[in-house]
């Protein structure tokens, strides 16, 4: 293949692929395509990659002055920029509040990957220098969290054999992360409050305050709105800490971007299990576009790591992916192949998508592929 950035850089790439060579896709993506597109299409998708892909080429042209350019990390990303519409609203919004000083809330599910969209912010903000300390707020034992957030002097208490640093004079000038602050004792919140208003802690068994300067990010599972009308949750604590929210989506609500999660798993999973796993086979990936991912990214990631390690070959296929995988897919596929108003089905859900075939797949519980496939078969082509 003629290398076409070599030639002229500036000129954006989108690669047109079939279903079954979406690795060599997204291996090109790497080299610097700008997007790919899957048979079979429609016209409407590729004007919007098109135009996506002449947009995006347009701000790379632009002056290096941006947050994001002058900011170098100071800790190694995990970050994926998706390119689902979800995963760019929410990108925008990662974009936008880093260089601020707002605290944020993140929301979520367990194993979207809330904790690295908390690095990302970190990483892009003018603290990136300074640490970043990541508290699991569940694993805190209630008796213990006075300690482990504002430290205790040696003697302060029976088993302080030394003196201990806090989490917020450990963030000092950087940021702490609060994972799964609603776990948190009421208590505690109290605590936490306190210090957050007034910037100031005092280690257990001192008189002396120290001042910090900290940006507060947390992250939650649960409907933090509703913990506070049920009395578990503190009003004021909830408003200190959401000044920004964002929220992140389900994998399954961005399964535009799996395969780019995949391809990263897969490296990632390369290099610590010294593997050379090229990529997936046409069966593997359709069996992951159809899964569900209940367990999201860390449930993905888990996955591939197993199938890399079970993997004798270039190509993970079908068979090192557990049985669960193939259930769903069959119970899927049953469901909707027995069905006695197939067309009716379909018919239904792109009048409630107003058209949007990716939408009315989602509705449906099938792929795109195998909607365009039911749209020919019966005659509901436009």
């Known amino acids: 293949m003629i290398d076409l950035k070599s030639i002229k850089n500036e000129v954006p790439v989108v690669l047109m692929t079939g279903y079954a060579d979406v690795n060599t896709a997204v291996k090109a993506m790497k080299k610097g395509a700008a997007d790919y597109i899957s048979k079979p299409f429609v016209p409407e998708e590729v004007l919007l990659v098109l135009s996506n892909a002449l947009h995006s080429s347009k701000a790379q042209k632009k002056p290096e002055n941006s947050q994001k350019n002058k900011i170098e990390s100071s800790i190694p990303s995990d970050f994926v920029q998706g390119i689902s519409p979800v995963s760019k609203a929410m990108n925008k919004h990662i974009e936008l509040v880093s260089p601020t000083n707002l605290s944020v809330l993140i929301i979520g599910e ?3 990957g809330k904790e690295v969209v908390a690095k990302e912010i970190h990483n892009l903000s003018h603290r990136n220098k300074a640490p970043f300390i990541a508290v ?4 805190i034992p209630k008796e213990l969290a006075t300690s482990e957030f504002f430290g205790h002097l040696k003697g302060s208490f029976t ?3 030394t003196d201990k640093m806090g989490h917020f004079e450990a963030a000092n000038g950087g940021t702490l992360f609060l994972d799964e602050v609603g776990n948190l004792t009421y208590e505690n919140q109290i605590q936490l409050l306190r210090a957050l208003q007034e910037r100031k802690v005092k280690r257990i068994g001192s008189s002396k305050e120290v001042e910090v300067d900290i940006r507060v990010i947390a992250a939650t599972n649960e409907d933090l709105k ?11 604590l909830y408003h200190r800490l959401n000044e920004f929210s964002i929220e992140v989506p389900s994998l399954n609500e961005r399964k535009q971007d799996l395969l780019m999660y995949a391809e990263y798993f897969l490296e990632k999973a390369n290099e610590q299990l010294h593997k050379k796993v090229l990529g997936f086979s046409p069966e593997t990936l359709r069996i992951f576009q159809n899964y569900s991912w209940p367990g999201n990214l860390r ?14 070959g270039d190509l993970v296929e079908k068979e090192v992916i557990p049985s669960e995988f193939f259930e769903v897919e069959n119970q899927s596929s049953s469901a909707f192949s027995k069905s006695q108003n ?7 859900a792109l009048q409630i998508c107003n058209g949007n075939k990716s939408e ?3 509705m449906l519980e099938i792929n795109r592929k195998t909607l365009y496939n039911k749209l020919k078969l019966y005659h509901l082509e436009d």
């Open 136 to 139: 699991d707020c569940g694993a």
């Open 110 to 112: 367990s194993g979207t």
């Open 159 to 161: 088993g302080a054999v």
């Open 360 to 362: 009315a797949a989602k």
């Open 226 to 236: 509703e913990a506070v009308k049920a009395g578990n949750f503190r009003e004021d």
């Open 299 to 312: 449930e993905l990631q888990n996955i591939i790591r197993r199938a890399v390690l079970l993997t004798p």
């Open 342 to 348: 197939e067309k009716e089905m379909i018919v239904k």
